[in-house]
C-alpha cells in the first residue's frame, strides 16, 4: 500500500513533504517567478518528494516571454498548450501554438516557448528526467532575437544563465486564469 504523502505550506504555496501520491490545485501549489521567464508551478518538493522519473510543471507566459533559454537535452520532452498562445522556436524555425497543440520533442531536440497573443499562455510541460542528464545551449540567432538565446554555446546550465537573475517563490494565478 502507498501512503499518501503530507502536503505542507511553504512560502505561499502547498508543497509535498514526504514521499506517496498527493492531490494538489494548481493554483494552491507552490508557484515560482522570474522578471526574465515567467511564472510555473512543478507539483514538487525536495528530497523525498521529489518526481524522480518525471517532471511535470505548468508555464505561464506573458506576450514575449521566454519560459528558459534555446537548448536540446539527452531526454524525451513533450508540451500541451492549455491556453493562450505561444510561439514554439524548434530547430531554427519557429511555429506559432494556440490552445490544445502538442509538441513531442526527442532527445536533443533544440527547442524554447515565447508567450505570444493577447495575453497569458499556460504550458502543460513534462520531461523525463535520469541522473546526469546532458543539456546544450546552442547559439541561435532565432532564439536571441526572441531573449530566449544564450550568449555563449554551452553544456553548463550556470554559463548559460549567468546574469539572468532568479527565480522567486510566492505568485498567486489569477482566479479568472486558472477557472474551476
Known amino acids: 500500500m502507498v501512503d499518501e504523502a503530507r502536503l505542507g505550506k511553504h512560502d505561499g504555496g502547498l508543497v509535498p513533504e514526504t514521499e506517496g501520491w498527493f492531490v494538489v490545485n494548481a493554483r494552491e501549489a507552490q508557484w515560482w517567478q522570474s522578471e ?33 533559454l534555446y537548448h536540446g537535452e539527452d531526454a524525451q520532452e513533450d508540451f500541451l498548450v492549455l491556453s493562450g498562445e505561444c ?10 501554438l494556440r490552445a490544445w497543440d502538442f509538441v513531442h520533442c526527442p532527445p536533443w531536440t ?14 502543460l510541460m513534462v520531461g523525463a528526467r535520469r541522473p546526469g542528464r546532458g543539456i546544450r545551449y546552442p547559439l541561435s540567432e532565432l532564439a536571441r532575437a ?17 546574469g539572468t537573475g532568479s527565480w522567486q517563490r510566492g505568485w498567486r494565478p489569477p482566479g479568472a486564469f486558472l477557472r474551476t
Not at 45 to 63: Q, T
Not at 87 to 96: A, S, W, Y
Not at 110 to 123: D, M, N, S, Y
Not at 149 to 162: D, S, V
Open 36 to 68: 526574465q521567464a515567467g511564472r510555473y508551478v512543478c507539483f514538487e518538493g525536495k528530497d523525498a518528494a521529489r518526481l524522480p522519473d518525471i517532471g511535470v510543471n505548468i508555464h505561464v507566459l506573458e506576450p514575449g516571454e521566454p519560459n528558459c
Open 87 to 96: 510561439l514554439l522556436l524548434v530547430e531554427g524555425q519557429e511555429r506559432r
Open 110 to 123: 533544440e527547442h524554447i516557448f515565447v508567450g505570444a497573443g493577447e495575453g497569458p499562455c499556460a504550458l
Open 146 to 162: 526572441h531573449g530566449a538565446g544564450a550568449e555563449l554555446e554551452t553544456t553548463q546550465p550556470q554559463e548559460a544563465y549567468a
